[in-house]
Each structure stands twice: as C-alpha cells, then as structure tokens.
C-alpha cells in the first residue's frame, strides 16, 4: 500500500516497473521523458502528500489539473496509490477520490475508478495489490479487488472480485484461469485446491 519513500526511490522503482512491464519499453531515457503514465504518478505522488498536509488541498487540485493537461490522466489528489504503479497509454484514466490502490498495479488507458454514489463516504474501488486492469474497463463503487486479478478490455466490474480471479464482461463475471481443467468444485474445495486464491 502507499508509502512515502523518498521522491528519488519512487520515481527509480515506478521507472523500472514500466520498463518490466512495457514491452515496447527499450530505453529507460526515452520512458523517463515520454511516458504520461508515469508523469502522471509521479505528480500525483506530489498532489497527494499536499492533499494530506494541512492547507494543502487547493493547490493538491490545482497540481492535479495541470497534471490532466499534461497527460490526459485524471487521477484525485485524494486517491491513495500503492508502489511500483504504472499506467500503460494512460489517455483517459480517472481515478476517484476514495480509491485506493494496492502495489504493482497496472492499468490500461482509458480505466476508470469510479464512484456510484453522490455522498461524501468510501465510493471508490479498493484494488489489492498486482492487479491489471484492461484498455476501457470501468470498476465502479466501493467495491474490492483481490490481489492477482485481472480485470478485461471493456469489462464493467460492480461487484467484489476474489483474490486470483479473471472477471471480463458487462456486468463483468470471474472465473479461477489457475485452476481450469479441474473438475467444478465447490467454493470449499476450492479452497483446498489453492487456498492462496482466498488470500
Ligand atoms: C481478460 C484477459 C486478461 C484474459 O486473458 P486470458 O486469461 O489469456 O484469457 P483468454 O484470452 O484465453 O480468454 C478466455 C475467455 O475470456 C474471453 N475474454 C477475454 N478477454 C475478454 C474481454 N475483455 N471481455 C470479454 N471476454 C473476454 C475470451 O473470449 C475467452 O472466452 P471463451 O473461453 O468463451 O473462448 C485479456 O483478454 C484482457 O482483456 N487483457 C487486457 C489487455 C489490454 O487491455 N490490452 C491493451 C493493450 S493497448
């Protein structure tokens, strides 16, 4: 989850999770430079240490606006995002207030975290860590994310998604890839099968 490491080790290791993770990816000086994704996280990790700060959320905002200018990344100043996270593309990513991202999480353009209610309370996803989410998909409300799941091209999550899962779909429906090719078991053998997916 999110933590404050030194500006100089953020920015190394969120580089060297888009170079692993970009197989376009070849040089580290043409990534530093051209990649919005990263621009936007790294001025977000700004705006959110603002946010927190006492007399910091006008210019959290405003740093916030100028970063969408620039990247065509929204992400709130509020959003809590965890390390090594790396937009891939980026153009049109939003990313709500209340939401709250795990570590080495991966989003394609075009991904919204997004809100269902009109309250002040929790109302973004919460995404556990190695998560990736596809080009266009939207997850929506104060729903939770497992860790190691992958979320498809398009896919409209609205409901909890566990730990291990593929959901894809409109609204989107998960499926155990890891444990395709065993008979159908229940929930409780499951368990057996790999407990770690329940993690
Ligand atoms: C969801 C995803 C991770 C699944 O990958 P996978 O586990 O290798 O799955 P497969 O490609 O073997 O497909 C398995 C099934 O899911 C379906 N499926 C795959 N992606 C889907 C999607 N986004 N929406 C709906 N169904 C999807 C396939 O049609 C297939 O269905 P079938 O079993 O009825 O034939 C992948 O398809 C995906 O959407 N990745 C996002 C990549 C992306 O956004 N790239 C942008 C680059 S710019």
Do not use: C
Not at 51 to 62: D, I, S, T
Not at 118 to 147: E, F, Q
Request: aromatic share 6%.
């Amino acid at each position: 989850m999110a933590t404050h490491l030194p500006i100089r080790a953020t920015i190394r290791e969120d580089l060297a999770a888009a170079m692993e993770r970009d197989p376009a990816a070849t040089s580290r000086w043409v990534v530093l430079l051209t990649s919005a994704g990263l621009h936007a996280i790294w001025l977000h990790r700004i705006a959110h240490r603002w946010w927190v700060r006492p007399g910091g959320k006008w210019p959290a905002r405003l740093l916030a606006y100028v970063s969408r200018s620039l990247t065509g990344i929204e992400i709130h100043p509020g959003a809590h995002i965890g390390r090594r996270f790396f937009i891939d593309h980026g153009m049109g990513v939003v990313i709500g207030e209340t939401a709250v991202v795990g570590d080495d999480v991966m989003l394609f353009h075009g991904v919204t975290l997004g809100g269902t209610s009109g309250r002040r309370v929790k109302r973004h996803p919460t995404l556990g860590d190695k998560v990736m989410v596809g080009a266009g998909a939207k997850i929506l409300g104060d729903v939770h994310v497992g860790s190691n799941v992958k979320v498809g091209a398009n896919s409209v999550v609205v409901k909890d998604v566990p730990t291990g899962a593929v959901a894809t779909g409109i609204p989107a429906r998960y499926r155990f890839p890891a444990l395709e090719g065993t008979p159908e078991l229940s929930p409780q053998e499951l368990l057996y099968a790999d407990p770690a997916l329940f993690i």
